[in-house]
């Protein structure tokens, strides 16, 4: 019987030294951490989508707290409301950005684009373009593999069957760049997704001279300038055979798209009965 | 005796159905297209301008840095233009476009067949003649020759060894090259001999050659009775394994040493050169000839116009299939250069560069890939590397993007001879997924390099 008494006295008074060690060492060594990381971190979207620059979102929170303001940090998943709860958090400025969005510049649909050869290696838009210009004409072009539809986290890529191009679903895209480093042509951008997600942009990547561009896609811009011609805000501009809209300048008049020969310019969101031209991206 | 390399290697069907095919002369095409991008480094300038009248071998492109070659017109003619054109992978290269008219062959180039056995003593002339004469790595690689015969200093060269090896299945040009042409060889590497100033050089020949084997034993035989040039070169049969002609691979066999993660043969002693480029540089310093043709093996089971031919460096590729009797019916894929490491072709109307060996037609059936499964962990992919790497696990490393552990496991060591892919009996496209990640691997070593403080 002693010896149960004694055991359990032992194990007890064991128990209690040790806790006050615990106690005494953790109380010496805490590690002062700002609570408002904690804060910051549960107003996060909490996606790890490393699309801010950071390894997720409690490094993101981390740099957030430590940085004097918020012009650097900013969480593209979230947008301005949660960045103004995270300034709200910090008592800094909120950095009020506009929403950016994923636009595929490529129209070589199966139609415009005719393939020449016929791709029999492994299907990865990175393997494929290390080892050759792609199976259509056009070496800028999408290669159709589908490395951007992997790479998103939110679901907001998928291909188009029929045309074999990358569609950006705008509800569910994030803008936090994921495909964007995806994808190896460089086709997709972040744009600012424009005033009720209005906007006009060049839906083409190819630098080669008219004629060639023209040859291997029917819809390539082929750097003839008539858009910069008619531009009246003077937004456009043309280098390396490719146009460019300078979306600051641009006023959406649509002007371009009207003119433009090949249909490379497409205008998105706009209402229904629109100019009589190409369908859209 | 053959000699091997100590690790991995396959051996596929050899399949050398042209080793019959004598080296023929394909006629000059009524336009050539000549790349400034022949070579590893820098691109060549070109030095010519549209309207200009060039004689074969003039010089079109000079050096675009230390690490670059000149490059010369393969015909003589008119330059109808210099501006970007699709290349075999189908991107824009520049590319001077000459239309033939005639073959005058400029001041000082010797076109007769009079073998020229004595030579200069005086190494810098050598090595100026094979600058001049645009000579780079024939056997693939396309490295500036000169470059690589100038050690750096501290570096001591105790071996030359000519790689005769031709381990690719199908491709058979060396093969003829050392048959046809081995007293021209023979001279280029005494040449190259003197200029390392080495007293060993080794003619590396599988032993599925046997009779290039003798053939040059026979030359080497006849040669080293008339100078003492020739004493101190030899020729070793190798055992028939790929990649028996890796660089590396040929080092272990022929010298029994290992070039060290990231090293270059010169640290063990080694410099390796092919064969047609001692052919090269047999032309460039006796002859004054550069390097403005080729021999291109034209082959495949479906390819009924088998050949070995010579061509000028900017023949299209349409031309020479046409000039063979066509494209087969059945073929579906033309890959230039063997069916291990050569690239499939994109665009048939690109041209030949000085590195193009051989254009091979491949069948439906052929090409197909199967359908990819499971790695279950046997290994064989292991066996295979003969550079000693784990290509499973590099595969799985590179699907999670894990950087500093594909580093770690020495991805930038892979020579992409494609033994694992052969290999894998779960026809996972390894190599494929390896290449990439051994471009980002190399892309990072280089940026870091670079940002070191001096």
């Known amino acids: 019987m002693s010896t149960i008494i004694w055991t359990v006295v032992i194990i007890t008074a064991l128990g209690l030294i040790l806790a006050a060690v615990l106690y005494l060492v953790a109380a010496k060594f805490k590690v002062e951490e700002d609570p408002r990381i904690d804060e910051v971190e549960a107003v996060m979207p909490g996606a790890n989508c490393g699309g801010c620059g950071f390894a997720g979102c409690r490094a993101f929170a981390e740099a957030a707290v430590k940085a004097p303001n918020l012009d650097h940090n900013y969480c593209p998943v979230g947008g301005n409301p949660v960045m103004r709860k995270v300034a709200a958090i910090l008592g800094y400025e909120a950095v009020e950005k506009a929403p950016m969005v994923a636009v595929v510049r490529c129209n070589g649909t199966c139609d415009n684009r005719p393939k020449i050869n016929e791709y029999g290696g492994y299907e990865s838009c990175k393997v494929k373009a290390a080892l050759y210009s792609g199976d259509t004409g056009c070496s800028f072009g999408c290669l159709g593999c589908g490395d951007c539809v992997s790479a998103c986290q939110f679901g907001a890529i998928s291909m188009n069957p029929e045309t074999g191009l990358p569609v950006v679903d705008e509800s569910k895209c994030t803008a936090c760049g994921a495909c964007v480093k995806a994808c190896p042509k460089s086709i997709i951008q972040l744009r600012n997704k424009g005033p009720k997600g209005l906007r006009v942009f060049v839906s083409c990547v190819n630098k080669d001279k008219g004629p060639v561009a023209r040859k291997a896609c029917k819809a390539a811009c082929i750097g003839c300038g008539l858009c910069v011609k008619t531009c009246p805000h003077g937004a456009i501009e043309l280098s390396d055979n490719l146009a460019y809209i300078d979306y600051e300048k641009c006023r959406l008049c649509r002007k371009c798209v009207a003119v433009c020969p090949t249909g490379a310019i497409h205008d998105v969101n706009f209402p229904k009965p629109a100019t009589k031209e190409e369908p859209k991206a | ?454």
């Open chain 2, 1 to 454: 005796m053959s000699s091997t390399f100590s690790i991995g290697g396959i051996h596929p069907k050899e399949n050398k159905i042209s080793r019959e095919c004598h080296i023929k002369v394909l006629p000059t095409p009524p336009t050539v297209y000549i790349s400034v991008a022949q070579h590893i480094g820098a691109p060549a300038k070109p030095i010519v301008a549209v309207g200009d009248k060039v004689k074969t071998g003039q010089p079109v492109a000079e050096p675009g840095g230390f690490v670059s070659a000149f490059i010369h017109s393969s015909v003589s003619g008119t330059v109808k233009s210099i501006g970007p054109r699709k290349d075999l992978a189908g991107n824009n290269q520049l590319t001077i476009e000459i239309a033939v008219e005639g073959d005058e062959w400029a001041d000082g180039i010797d076109t007769t067949d009079t073998l020229i056995t004595d030579f200069t003593n005086d190494n810098k002339v050598i090595i100026d003649k094979i600058r001049l004469g645009g000579v780079v790595g024939l056997g693939g690689a396309t490295f500036p020759t000169h470059v690589k015969l100038c050690p750096p200093p501290g570096k001591k060269c105790e071996m030359l060894i000519i790689n005769g090896c031709e381990c690719e299945p199908y491709l058979t040009s060396d093969f003829r090259t050392l048959l046809e042409k081995g007293e021209q060889v023979a001279v280029g590497t005494a040449i190259i001999k003197q200029v390392l100033g080495v007293d060993k050089a080794v003619i590396a020949i599988e032993d599925n050659k046997p009779e290039a084997i003798a053939n040059m034993k026979k030359v080497l035989g006849n040669l080293a009775k008339t100078s003492s040039n020739f004493s101190g070169i030899s020729v070793k049969s190798m055992v028939s394994k790929y990649p028996e002609g890796g660089e590396k691979q040929l080092i272990d066999a022929v010298m029994h040493r290992q070039v060290k993660s990231g090293g270059l043969p010169i640290d063990v002693g080694a410099v390796v050169q092919n064969v047609a480029t001692a052919l090269a540089v047999y032309e460039a310093v006796q002859k004054n000839k550069p390097v403005i043709e080729n021999s291109i093996t034209v082959t495949g089971d479906c390819f009924p116009g088998q050949a070995n031919v010579l061509v000028r460096v900017g023949t299209p590729l349409s031309y020479i299939i046409d000039s063979l009797g066509g494209f087969p019916a059945e073929a579906v894929k033309v890959i230039s250069g063997g069916p291990m490491m050569g690239k499939a072709i994109a665009n048939p109307d690109a041209a030949t560069l000085k590195g193009t060996s051989a254009l091979l037609f491949l069948t439906a059936a052929q090409t197909e890939r199967k359908q990819e499964t499971q790695c279950i962990r046997c290994g064989r992919c292991e066996d295979a590397c003969p550079m000693g790497l784990e290509p499973f696990l590099l595969n799985k490393l590179a699907k999670s993007d894990d950087i500093e552990a594909l580093e770690a496991n020495a991805v930038q060591d892979c020579i992409e001879c494609g033994c694992c892919l052969y290999s894998c009996p779960a026809n996972i496209p390894l190599l494929d997924i390896i290449r990439i990640a051994k471009a980002q691997v190399l892309g990072i070593i280089k940026a870091r390099n670079n940002n070191k403080p001096r």
